[in-house]
């Protein structure tokens, strides 16, 4: 007569090594399941926060600019002469980057950026980037065009000028308030 069983009459008639072998797994799977499940609602709590700072600073940046549109300044820039330099801006900038694609960048935004419209228009095309740390498994970090900048134009000129230092310089010489 075949016996009915169920899962305990199943387990309890395994040899020792394999109970441990199905008692680690088990354990393995809850616990990686709650991993995974942190993990999912921390990066969707981070993609919310992410989404509102962009919103936010967005809407600052569109107000300031029919601000000017008011007082008759308009960007000399179209979107896609904008959109192109906010890319440019970012691989540029993105991982390890040199003292002369710094100099590139600052020399860039110095012969684009024509009055205070252009410089709220390339904010709002570049809005917040992920961008490439230097080094291998270094990660990633969030920036806005103006942090951006300040951090990562962060070389010196033949007079020991930083990059930053020099473009901040350069758009208030043509009126531009950082």
Do not use: H
């Not at 590139?104 to 917040?128: H, M, P, R, S």
């Not at 951006?148 to 007079?159: H, I, K, R």
Request: glycine content about 8%; overall charge negative; hydrophobic content about 40%.
């Amino acid at each position: 007569m075949a016996q009915q069983g169920n899962t305990y009459s199943y387990f309890s008639q395994l040899p020792p090594w394999a109970k441990g072998a199905v008692v680690v797994f088990g354990a393995v799977v809850i616990v990686g399941t709650g991993v995974a499940v942190t993990i999912a609602i921390k990066n969707a709590i981070q993609k919310l926060k992410e989404n509102t700072q962009e919103r936010k600073q967005g809407k600052e940046i569109e107000s300031e600019l029919k601000k000017l549109e008011k007082e008759g300044i308009k960007p000399t820039m179209t979107d896609a002469d904008a959109t192109s330099l906010a890319f440019q801006i970012k691989t540029g900038l993105d991982g390890c980057e040199m003292s002369g694609t710094e100099e590139i960048i600052k020399d860039t935004i110095l012969q684009k950026v024509q009055n205070q419209a252009d410089w709220y228009l390339l904010q709002e095309k570049f809005g917040l980037q992920m961008v490439d740390n230097c080094g291998w498994g270094t990660g990633d970090t969030q920036y806005d065009l103006k942090t951006l900048l300040l951090e990562q134009l962060d070389a010196f000129d033949w007079s020991f000028t930083l990059y930053s230092t020099l473009l901040k310089e350069g758009l208030a010489a043509k009126g531009i308030s950082w």
